[in-house]
């Protein structure tokens, strides 16, 4: 596709229950990235892939959080028995190549709600 | 944990004024990203400045950085209803990991 898809845009949730949030990167691109973003807040960083391995899952708040990339294209961030502090929007972005100057590009967010 | 941070927090000002964003960061770095945010969802990449360079530009964006300071500044010129969003600056906490600020927001009135 054109750009990095994110899908669902909005999921709202019961707390105690599990999620998967799914990211379709850029075709070709290598490096993927998950983040959250809490309101009014920046993003922060939860993992980063490099093919389909995970090279630094150290953003990951705990072991609730667990992301996969299989074939070294989509990915999904899971997340198991969610809060309502799990709440924020989940932003995943990809780029060619790791390295801190190849731009990022990012897909428009799952807003995930948890109730 | 964020290493940049954005002032001011936000910014209100008139369609065609300029307006102007802080970042301060505290580590050293190899380069500093902006990014625009419309509406709390996508971001959009603007700039990349790298840390051997001291001014850098884009259409009517024009960033600089002071890495004796660790400070960056955005200006955006001749504001528009469009430039409405919030800004954040990024720092390459590690070859591949972005830090970001809280934003900045800034709303352009007609």
């Known amino acids: 596709g054109a750009g990095v898809s994110q899908t669902p845009s909005n999921k709202v949730t019961e707390k105690g229950k599990y999620v998967e949030l799914r990211c379709d990167p850029i075709s070709g691109h290598t490096a993927l990235y998950w983040y959250r973003q809490s309101l009014g807040q920046g993003p922060e960083f939860l993992i980063y892939f490099q093919g389909t391995g995970a090279a630094d899952d150290s953003g990951l708040p705990n072991d609730r959080f667990f992301a996969v990339r299989p074939e070294g294209s989509v990915s999904t961030l899971k997340i198991q028995r969610t809060e309502r502090g799990d709440s924020a929007v989940y932003l995943c972005a990809s780029s060619l190549t790791s390295g801190s100057l190849s731009e990022a590009f990012f897909g428009q967010g799952t807003r995930l709600t948890v109730v | 944990s964020q290493q940049g941070e954005e002032d001011p927090q936000a910014l209100s000002i008139q369609e065609g004024e300029n307006a102007t964003m802080n970042c301060s960061y505290k580590t050293s770095i190899n380069n500093l990203q902006w990014y625009r945010q419309n509406s709390g969802r996508g971001l959009v990449h603007l700039i990349l400045?790298?840390?051997?360079?001291r001014e850098k530009h884009s259409g009517r964006l024009r960033v600089t950085l002071d890495t004796s300071k660790k400070s960056s500044s955005l200006l955006i010129t001749a504001s528009r209803a469009a430039d409405t969003a919030s800004y954040f600056c990024a720092t390459d906490a590690s070859d591949y990991k972005l830090s970001f600020g809280a934003g900045t927001t800034v709303t352009v009135r007609a």
């Open positions: 400045i790298r840390s051997n360079e």
